[in-house]
């Protein structure tokens, strides 16, 4: 067999201690997975059920890298996340073994044009655009969930220009990694391959051209993205 036009690159991620890179099927997001950052967008955490939207392979950006200001908005915004990345498919996975489907944690920063997501929003629009847009989805290197464990408590934290813009921890989350890869199992059968953005503390706000953005969280060092200029 042969392509009707070149095959585009595998996305994929850089491992921690290895030569090897992890190949990036899908990435998945869960919204407003922290209490307090629900309640700064509008919603009520004790009554809304998880929901999620998705972001294309290609939108990963290494850490280091830099994203330039995308077209079509006014108002970008950070969102620092832990991100998971899954090893062993399946579906309907049970939460009590939901853990054992883990390939290693990483670092992710869900950028979002947030005036284009406040505009699907009103008008019961999807928010692909406002999520899966080119260069949306910086993340770190993998680290294996062999050797660091599963990560649920630990510090996490963004900062733009070295000021402090999020703050929390991970045991903050409304539905932990075990919860999150259980219901999203009962939606779309997961495959290796797979990232899940965990969801974002509260504190998010814009970034413009020239700022740099870092994300930290514990155990798992941190990832660096600067705003570059808008492309002509």
């Known amino acids: ?13 850089a491992i921690v201690g290895s030569d090897d890179r992890f190949p990036v099927r899908r990435i998945y997001c869960i919204g407003q997975n922290y209490a307090a950052h629900a309640r700064e967008m509008g919603s009520n955490p004790d009554q809304d059920p998880p929901f999620f939207f998705s972001k294309p392979a290609d939108a990963l950006v290494a850490d280091g890298a830099t994203v330039p200001y995308p077209p079509g908005t006014d108002n970008l915004h950070h ?6 990345a899954i090893g062993i498919g399946g579906a309907n996975i049970p939460v009590e073994t939901a853990l054992d489907h883990v390939w290693g944690y990483a670092i992710g920063n869900d950028l979002t044009r947030r005036d284009l997501q406040a505009a699907a929003k009103k008008v019961g629009r999807p928010w692909d655009m406002a999520k899966g847009f080119d260069h949306s989805a910086p993340c770190g290197p993998l680290h294996p969930a062999s050797k660091t464990g599963h990560i649920g408590t630990g510090k996490i934290q963004l900062t733009v220009n070295d000021e402090v813009r999020q703050s929390s921890d991970l045991s903050d989350l409304i539905w932990s990694v075990a919860d999150v890869i ?30 740099v953005c870092v994300v930290e969280i514990e155990g798992l060092g941190r990832l660096t993205t600067r705003i570059g200029q808008a492309r002509g």
């Open 1 to 13: 067999m042969t392509w009707a036009i070149p095959c585009p690159p595998q996305p994929s991620l």
């Open 79 to 84: 969102e620092a996340e832990l991100v998971v």
């Open 182 to 211: 259980a219901y999203l199992s009962s939606l779309i059968t997961l495959a290796p391959g797979d990232l899940i953005f965990t969801g974002t503390p509260e504190g998010v706000g814009p970034v413009m051209p020239g700022d």
